[in-house]
């Protein structure tokens, strides 16, 4: 059985091979819906055997995540950014959860965060400005998503909020672009 094997005088040589036979289980069943609680089970065995690594703990938390165990994953994600707070992407996926929940000064929070590791992405300046449209902030919205544009200008949901931004701003000739591009 696993846990005769896991347990086993082998076990400190056969932890490398087990660390990664559960992580890749862990990813192969996270990416099908079906299969989302035996990931968070696969990736708990994983971090059970490196119990220090943030790539674990990272890919435990996600897997609560996406399995419905909310409050776990939060929590999961939250002691990563305690031990690893240069790691960005504990911050982004923490916002997009905090955002689904609605708890939008929380995401922002995370999203900024996000922003000042990896100036240059993207989805993290669309999500602060979206962010801050829906709390009435209208010119924070606008330069955010103007920066989201400037670092990528192939992403069409910048230029769809652009273009109400920019109605709403009563600046139709900007506007027209926007929706034209």
Do not use: C
């Not at 992580?23 to 994983?46: D, I």
């Amino acid at each position: 059985s696993l846990g005769a094997m896991f347990f086993s005088s082998n076990a400190q040589k056969a932890g490398p091979d087990r660390l990664w036979h559960f992580r890749n289980l862990g990813k192969s069943f996270y990416e099908n819906p079906a299969t989302q609680t035996q990931a968070v089970e696969q990736f708990r065995r994983a971090l059970a055997l490196a119990p220090d690594s943030v790539r674990e703990q990272v890919n435990y938390g996600l897997a609560l995540l996406r399995a419905g165990d909310t409050g776990h994953g939060i929590e999961q994600l939250r002691k990563v950014q305690r031990i690893a707070p240069a790691l960005p992407y504990t911050w982004f996926n923490l916002g997009v959860v905090l955002k689904k929940q609605g708890d939008l000064d929380a995401a922002l929070v995370q999203f900024k965060e996000m922003a000042k590791l990896v100036p240059d992405l993207a989805a993290a300046h669309y999500q602060i400005g979206s962010i801050l449209k829906s709390q009435g902030d209208i010119k924070g919205a606008v330069a955010e998503i103007e920066m989201a544009r400037k670092i990528d200008s192939l992403l069409a949901a910048p230029h769809f909020q652009l273009y109400g931004l920019y109605r709403q701003l009563n600046r139709p000739q900007e506007a027209a672009a926007e929706i034209a591009t």
